[in-house]
């Protein structure tokens, strides 16, 4: 496992942005696979958006066309850029790597990911 420390989350109000960052070890960051999830009081953890090596990215229909995700493999971190939140993006949000490489299925499966970070709360106001 990579260790991962992310940073970002906080409270705002609806219709504003944010920036989350994940930070992680290991000369071979460029090779892994990473993702955001998010879970919401009393739901199960969802897929938020992936990144592949190569850089194709993929998003849950829920955030595409205000989410981003990118990465910085000079810096080992992964961002998330988050615009126009809604309430309903309420929740504690983590990154997930692939430490051993892309994605043999897909990005959206949970256990396609070996490493996770402690989360981070964002919390969107109406």
Known sequence: QVPLVESG???VQAGASLRL????SGPAFRRYGMGWFRQAPGKVREFVASIWSFYATHYTSY???????SRD???NTMYLDMNDLKPEDTAVYYC????????RTSPVDPDEYDSWGQGTQVTVSS
């Open 9 to 11: 989350g906080g409270l």
């Open 21 to 24: 960052s994940c930070v992680a």
């Open 96 to 103: 997930a790597i692939r430490s051993s490489g892309d994605f």
């Open 73 to 75: 493999n000079a810096e």
């Open 63 to 69: 955030v595409k066309g205000r989410f981003t995700i």
